[in-house]
T-cell receptor, first 113, second 117 residues
Framework: LAKTTQPISMDSYEGQEVNITCSHN???????ITWYQQFPSQGPRFIIQ???TKVTNEVASLFIPADRKSSTLSLPRVSLSDTAVYYC??????????????FGTGTLLAVQP | GAVVSQHPSRVICKSGTSVKIECRSL??????MFWYRQFPKQSLMLMAT?????????EQGVEKDKFLINHASLTLSTLTVTSAHPEDSSFYIC?????????????FGPGTRLTVT
């Protein structure tokens, strides 16, 4: 299982763009990269998922370089309500029960006014 | 995105009793469901993986006789904490895997806060 490394915490201000980078040096060929957001006492919320290059949805963008050994979650114009823990996970969805998502430490993003 | 529900959202039980937590995928069928546990200010820890109709696969260090998992249908998985003790107090979160086109996505329930007194 590919291990991920993220900064423990980040600070930002409202209206700024925030980029959180995750390292996953031993990512496997079948692995996808998925990012989740978690507020206290809630389950993680799916943000975005990608395999390579760039993926964008209504809330974020995910940039993945050609070697796939890292990825960057980009949150445009954050607000106070974006203060949360963000997790980067790497795993394959194929092969049944042997493939599972293991959580790392996550990044606590604190958005200030 | 797909919706996963859990019931109850919080439960308080006495030491020595058993507690059952339900996890449902509301708008999709989940062949694989997962159970996680999270202690305060820590990350989620995977407890077990279950496939519909087969026995769960437990992570190392998780007692399968204490944490009984049943995945009886494609939309329902249950976790029963047997003979609960105060150290089992935690936030339990289930997750279900959904097929999306050519890939899969994994969605999480809102969690169940268990307090054992």
């Amino acid at each position: 299982l590919a291990k991920t490394t993220q900064p423990i915490s980040m600070d930002s201000y409202e209206g700024q763009e925030v980029n959180i980078t995750c390292s996953h040096n031993n990512i496997a060929t079948n692995d996808y990269i998925t990012w989740y957001q978690q507020f206290p006492s809630q389950g993680p919320r799916f943000i975005i998922q990608g395999y390579k290059t760039k993926v964008t949805n209504e809330v974020a963008s995910l940039f993945i370089p050609a070697d796939r050994k890292s990825s960057t979650l980009s949150l445009p114009r954050v607000s106070l309500s974006d203060t949360a823990v963000y997790y980067c996970l790497v795993g394959s969805f194929y092969g049944g029960a042997t493939n599972k998502l293991i959580f790392g430490t996550g990044t606590l993003l604190a958005v200030q006014p | 995105g797909a919706v996963v529900s859990q019931h109850p959202s919080r439960v308080i039980c006495k030491s020595g009793t058993s507690v059952k937590i339900e996890c449902r995928s509301l708008d999709f069928q989940a062949t694989t469901m997962f159970w996680y546990r999270q202690f305060p200010k820590q990350s989620l820890m995977l407890m077990a993986t279950s496939n519909e109709g087969s026995k769960a696969t437990y992570e190392q260090g998780v007692e399968k006789d204490k944490f009984l998992i049943n995945h009886a249908s494609l939309t329902l998985s249950t976790l029963t904490v047997t003979s609960a003790h105060p150290e089992d107090s935690s936030f339990y979160i289930c997750s279900a895997r959904a097929r999306t086109g050519t890939s899969y996505e994994q969605y999480f329930g809102p969690g169940t806060r268990l307090t054992v007194t």
